[in-house]
């Protein structure tokens, strides 16, 4: 799955789909998608990353007390 940097508007591969969907995790393993060589992983910050079409995250992915 690929998400988007909103700071500098570069997609991330998403190599720990469990930590994305991860209320309680505030970042995830991924790389960039960039270039023709493969990029080496990283960890990035949920707070600045969106879907690609600009898209938020879903807050239940980002707050463990979505639902209090």
Known sequence: ???????????VEVLDISAMVDP?????????????????SATFRKAVLAFPSGEDL?????????ND
């Open 24 to 40: 309680c995790r505030d970042e995830l393993t991924g790389r960039y998608h960039a270039g023709e060589e493969m990029q080496d």
């Open 58 to 66: 879903p807050q239940c992915w980002v707050d463990a007390g979505y």
């Open 1 to 11: 799955m690929y998400l988007r940097n909103k700071e500098n508007g570069d997609l």
